[in-house]
Structure formats: C-alpha cells, structure tokens
C-alpha cells in the first residue's frame, strides 16, 4: 500500500497565481484532512472531509478550496497565492475520528513569492 | 481556549540514554490523546492513542503515560537510538462532533553518537 500520497513534493508560486495540492489515499478512509504547519505552531485545520461529496471547513479556510469526488481524492485548491500561504501542507487520512490514529502524506512545501 | 504545550522545546541527549517529553493541555470535553513521530521532511507517523481510562500505553521502546485529572501526559523513550532524532507532537481530540484536534508545537529530539 502506498498510504496517502501528495505531490508536488515542492512548489514555488508567484502572488496572485492558483494552484492545486493533490492528495490521493489507498486505504479506503472516510475522512480525510488538510493541514498546514508553520515553524513554532502546531498543525492547523484547513478543511476536512467526513466522506465523499462532504466537505467541511477547518480553523484557517481561507484562501483554500477544496472538493471529494471520490473516496480516493482530496484535493486543495489555492485561489490566489499570497506570501503568507507560505507554508508545509499536510494532508490526513482516517478510518474514523474517533480512536483510529490519522495517517498523514509525507507534505508539499510551498513557498509564495 | 484549547491548547496543547508540549516541553522542552528540544532537547538532546545521547545514544542509549532515556528521556522523557511532557504535554499539558487545556483540551475540554476530552476524547483521546495521541502521539506522533515526525522525520524531518516526512508527515507524522502514530506511535500511541490513549482514551480517558488508559494511563499507559506502549509501542516498542516508546511510553505514553496519561493523567487526566491533572491534564498531563508523557512520552517515555527508552536507550534512544539515533533513528530517534524527529519531533515528537502531542494531539488531544476533544469530543465533539466533527474533526477538533488539537496539535502541540513538537518537541525536536537530537539523538548523538
């Protein structure tokens, strides 16, 4: 199993262009989560899913969207980059939310110019 | 507010010693408590989930203790090794419906030779 998958690994973006975080999990999960970590905080909600065609905003939506078209997919979708976007995003995946511990993708760093 | 601070913020130590990192949270109604390791450029990776009974709970050389009256928890590693060195994040889950996961800052770990 590859787990949860997320590319680009590295993206460098210029203020005012979109783009899109893929996110892709193999393991059949529900609930799926987007995440954003800066240096000295711990990681903070952007959006999440509960299944798909279920979407749910997080503490900092903002500037992000996202879709669940199949159980697979969670894409995140910048809608005009902006320096303070510029962070390491992390995406989740989970059988439940309850007791089942959260299997997170490896990141994609991005920097906004 | 919830909040979870984790302590020291580093720490280093050398091969084969034990350490301890702490967690105190703020975290209300509680749900579970989780620790996750972090490789440096890889997304957090489980190592122990404790609900409001469990006080301890092991996985290998690594040792997650949980106070719930006093709101503390603990991540015990024993004769560290070198594959040891990452951050070590503290997450509360707080039982309401929804995703509320609450992420610690991390303690850095350096393991030496």
């Known amino acids: 199993n590859a787990g949860v998958t997320q590319t680009p690994k590295f993206q460098v973006l210029k203020t005012g262009q979109s783009m899109t975080l893929q996110c892709a999990q193999d393991?059949?999960?529900?609930?799926m989560s987007w995440y954003r970590q800066d240096p000295g905080m711990g990681l903070r909600l952007i959006h999440y899913s509960v299944g798909a065609g279920i979407t749910d905003q997080g503490e900092v939506p903002n500037g992000y969207n996202v879709s669940r078209s199949t159980t697979e997919d969670f894409p995140l979708r910048l809608l005009s980059a902006a320096p303070s976007q510029t962070s390491v995003y992390f995406c989740?995946?989970?059988?439940?939310?309850?007791?089942?511990?959260?299997?997170f993708g490896d990141g994609t760093r991005l920097s906004i110019l | 507010k919830n909040q979870v601070e984790q302590s020291p913020q580093s720490l280093i130590i050398l091969e084969g010693k034990n350490c301890t990192l702490q967690?105190?949270?703020?975290?209300?109604?509680?749900?579970?408590l989780r620790w996750y390791k972090q490789d440096t450029g890889r997304g957090p990776v489980s190592l122990t989930i404790?609900?409001?009974?469990?006080n301890t709970k092991s996985n290998g050389r690594y040792t997650a203790t949980l106070d719930a009256d006093t709101k503390q928890s603990s991540l015990h590693i024993t004769a560290s090794q070198l594959s040891d060195s990452a951050s070590y994040i503290c997450?509360?889950?707080?039982?309401?419906?929804?995703?509320?996961?609450?992420f610690g800052p991390g303690t850095r770990l350096s393991v030496l030779p």
């Open positions: 967690c105190n949270y703020t975290v209300s109604p509680f749900s579970n």
């Open positions: 404790m609900t409001f009974s469990e």
């Open positions: 997450v509360v889950s707080a039982s309401n419906y929804g995703q509320n996961f609450v």
């Open positions: 393991m059949n999960h529900e609930y």
């Open positions: 989740a995946s989970s059988q439940t939310l309850s007791n089942q511990p959260q299997h």
